[in-house]
């Protein structure tokens, strides 16, 4: 086999092929990480987390994917959240109070507009200077907003009491989604990949069933409308609930939360119907050395990269604290040993 292109790469992992190598994806990336793998020249807008308006540059994008040997890059355009923010150690980004408590709040919800014709152009010029990068649209179709909206507590509460609210707020968050998903794949991009947390360590957020009577209809219309390869992020055990998701059409999960579910057990499991993209311990690469690291990249390439659908990544993103000699151990060990046929 030749030598593929990152998004000949990536798009063949994505649909559970065997690629040239075993690709990388990441999508949240901290600027001090990329500060310190390029010894200060790579200085990047931060990512606080996924929930951002707007997106890095390309030029910016493709900086950061030379850097990290990547093989996508990312335009985020995620809807807004009416919650408290505060700021935290390391430039962490910490949610607070909701802001929509009752149908009067739902006004303070204002959407992106996309018949404007800014974020369209916007789309096209990315994807147009994307070069042999995959190109990865990255939103919400949610969830994840609907509860951060509300506060999770008052959320929690509001699924027995009120009930309207949570079905109204989702289904604007939902609606919203289909559409930007219909439109990164008019514009051209390659794949989609949407974060919203479904779930703890321990188990869903909330039980299956009521998962799947209240949520999975609204979601259902975002699903509908993808359209392109499509990447869902969450943490947490979603082992309840993995049936559904295969359902709604996703075709690869990310970041199969290392402690929570055992990757190489979901290989096992559901590598027949969607690709797996993780899932290298944010712990490791934080806590952890360089001959640490390498031993985990090896082990999943060991146990999740044979017979291709397999993606390296982190076990959720690459945050303010990880150590970069870390992440160039996992990216520079990928290197040596991921090239298929796998060896060592």
Aim: hydrophobic share 40%; aromatic share 6%; glycine share 10%.
């Amino acid at each position: 086999m030749g030598e593929m292109t990152s998004r000949e790469r990536l798009l063949c992992a994505l649909k559970r092929g065997t690629p040239d190598r075993v690709p990388y994806a990441e999508v949240g990336v901290s600027s001090r990480v990329l500060e310190g793998l390029s010894g200060g020249a790579l200085k990047a807008n931060e990512v606080g987390g996924i929930d951002e308006i707007d997106a890095r540059g390309v030029e910016s994008e493709i900086e950061i994917s030379r850097l990290l040997r990547r093989d996508h890059v990312c335009y985020r355009l995620t809807p807004p959240v009416p919650v408290e923010k505060h700021e935290g150690a390391d430039t962490i980004v910490y949610y607070g109070k909701g802001r929509i408590r009752t149908s009067g709040d739902l006004d303070r919800l204002v959407l992106p507009d996309l018949d404007d014709g800014v974020v369209e152009g916007s789309l096209r010029r990315f994807v147009a200077e994307s070069g042999d990068y995959a190109s990865c649209f990255v939103t919400r179709i949610g969830i994840a907003p609907t509860y951060l909206a509300m506060g999770m507590e008052e959320f929690s509460l509001a699924l027995y009491d009120d009930l309207p609210l949570v079905e109204a707020l989702l289904e604007r968050y939902s609606d919203w989604s289909a559409r930007v998903c219909r439109m990164a794949a008019a514009c051209g991009f390659d794949m989609i990949w949407t974060a919203d947390d479904l779930a703890f360590k321990t188990g869903p957020l909330m039980s299956p069933e009521m998962f799947r009577g209240i949520f999975i209809p609204h979601l259902r219309k975002a699903a509908d409308s993808i359209s392109l390869p499509w990447v869902l992020h969450s943490d947490g055990d979603l082992t309840s609930l993995m049936s559904d998701l295969v359902g709604l059409g996703i075709n690869g999960l990310n970041p199969i939360e290392p402690g929570a579910m055992d990757i190489a057990q979901v290989k096992r499991e559901w590598g027949r119907d969607i690709c797996l993209l993780g899932n290298v311990d944010v712990n490791t690469l934080s806590a952890g050395t360089p001959e640490d690291v390498r031993r985990e990249v090896r082990q999943l390439l060991s146990e999740v990269a044979p017979g291709g659908g397999y993606v390296l990544a982190s076990g959720n993103s690459l945050p303010t604290y990880a150590k970069p000699e870390n992440v160039r151990a996992m990216i520079d060990t990928l290197a040596e040993y991921g090239e298929y046929p796998l060896s060592g």
